[in-house]
């Protein structure tokens, strides 16, 4: 009998808490998402089994950035193992970048350089987010840092940053922007609806201007150059796309960018997701400052998307007649690629009937949405490290 009772107590059914019970339910919810609504399944799937993992009392299979290893433990969990070697280095997150810019076209943004400007109004989120968290809720100024970047809509930049700046909301940070980028479809439509008049929508977008391969060449050593000179923290994001997309436009180095855009991108995409999934356990996710940034990330998301727009909307009051842009590329500012330009395209579309099909004009934006949001993570690092 003292066997059976043994066999029970230390079972993980005997510990399972009311907390791990929630999570398996975020858990089901995150993969049903991902299955049956096809929301970022490449990372809710992996991102919602890690969570998971992290639940089952005595498995040891959950992650935090205070781990501390037992007196005369040898090995270090699995998960923790990852995290410590993949998080706490910042090691994932720039190589996810590495894949992004092999598969990254930036010939939208070169053959239309104003919309750059769109891609860094569209960051007004991150901001106004930060300064909500900060003021109206009490976050410290890292934390705060850490929810604002949500609004970039990047997933790799928001773990970047709050993995450097506010370790314990790595899940609920991860979990909102993952969730956010998902819900673009949901999102962005009616505030291009609420921002933009039937006319404005109407407004064609010229055929842009042919890009050179020496330009296409040049442009991410030059932005590479010029992003981590003027914001060195932010230099392990954009240096890693820059090279992804060079190793990309080179023409001589197809095995490396596919690797990147391939192979390598999906075996990091793997570990990311279920690292960040790991560190959502009960006792760390289930509280009020979850539902917070939840309420936050939306907040943030929704003003980027607005910035972008009505940045758009300013810039065409300078533009004469015949020139003017459709501001509804504007929304595309976020970061979320291809997405974001791809539900501006479908809006515009549907609202003029098929006349007016702006998706090569939003992708301009949408591709400097990237580049903003880095930067927009190398400044807070540079000021609150």
Known sequence: ?????????????????????????????????????????????????????????????????????????????????????????Q?????????????????????RPITLLLGAAAQLGIFMAALGAHYIFGFSVREAASIGIIGGADGPTSIFLTSQLAPELLGPVAVAAYSYMALVPVIQPPILRLLTTRKEREIPMRQARPVSRATVIIFPILIAALASLAIPSCAPLIGMLMLGNLLKESGVTDRLSKTAAGPLINIVTIFLGLVIGSTMSGEAFLRSQTLFILVLGAVAFSFSTAGGIVFAKGINLLLPEGRKMNPCIGAAGVSAVPMSARVVQKFVADETQGRVNPLMAAMGPNVA???GSAVAAGVFLLLLR
Do not use: C, H
């Open 1 to 89: 009998m003292n066997v059976w009772e043994r066999l029970i107590t230390a079972s993980g059914f005997a510990g399972i808490s009311w907390q791990n019970g929630v999570m398996y339910v975020v858990s089901a919810t995150l993969i049903f998402l991902a299955i049956k609504k096809n929301y970022e399944p490449l990372l809710l799937v992996p991102i919602g089994f890690g969570a998971f993992l992290a639940n089952l009392p005595g498995a040891m299979m959950s992650a935090s950035s205070a781990y501390e290893p037992a007196v005369g433990e040898v090995s270090v969990p699995l998960m923790q193992m990852i995290y410590n070697g993949g998080i706490k280095t």
């Open 91 to 111: 090691l994932l997150p720039p190589i996810i970048f590495l894949g992004v810019g092999a598969l990254t076209d930036f010939r939208p943004l070169i053959s």
């Open 369 to 371: 949405g990237v580049i």
